[in-house]
């Protein structure tokens, strides 16, 4: 069984959600997965899908989460590809009462679960109505499979979210769970930031291998 001939990962625009702070997203009457891309975030896709077409050209498959940012993104990147495949296992990590509530009213109302956050750590802390890490990551391996099973030689193209693509990495990479939160802390990956990943066969298997040009490469920057 062999991995896609190419893969390559965009993360969604800049959205509603990207320009607030964790409180500020708690109080929108719009869910989270309900965040449009802001007039920049149109702007990124735009000159995302322009040099996606110029660098790779067409892809067999395409792929986007259930987001709505996401769906946006591909739109506008990809506005010939008519039916993508949405896919719940793409979607951002669920923050359950940390999408719907301020940490003022968390520490009135739930004080336990602030202790019980920092006492289980960040990549095991599964919020009320939400999802811990590894849970994720439980759907990321299920679409690594679904990739390996129904696509391999072809060259496909996901539009997903930040946090998601941290974990699909380290899954891929191998790395540690230290480094996974540096990175989510850091914010590594970029609005409309592009990681190309290629196959290879190293030691007589199938593997996908991270294209040095293309790791979290943005290009709009320095054009918006």
Known sequence: MAWSKLLVFVRHGESEGNILNVDERAELEIPTHEYAL?????????????YLNKEFGSFDVYYNSTYRRAKETMTLMCPNVKEPHEDPRLD??????????????????????????????????????????PQVELRIHSFLGTLARDYSGDRVLIVGHGNWFILFQRLIHHFSIKEAERRYHEAVL??????????????????????????????????L
């Open 190 to 223: 970029e609005n409309t930031s592009i990681t190309v990943y290629e196959e290879a066969a190293i030691g007589g298997k199938s593997r996908m291998v991270l294209n040095k040009k293309y790791d979290n490469f943005v290009p709009w920057k320095g054009l």
């Open 92 to 133: 951002e990590a669920d923050r359950g009462i940390w999408h719907t509530m301020t940490k003022e009213d968390i520490e009135k109302f739930m004080p336990w679960e602030i202790k019980r956050k920092n006492r289980v750590g960040l990549y095991r802390y599964r919020p009320f109505g939400g999802e811990s890490w």
């Open 38 to 50: 802001t007039l920049r975030g149109r702007r990124q896709a735009l000159m995302a899908g322009l």
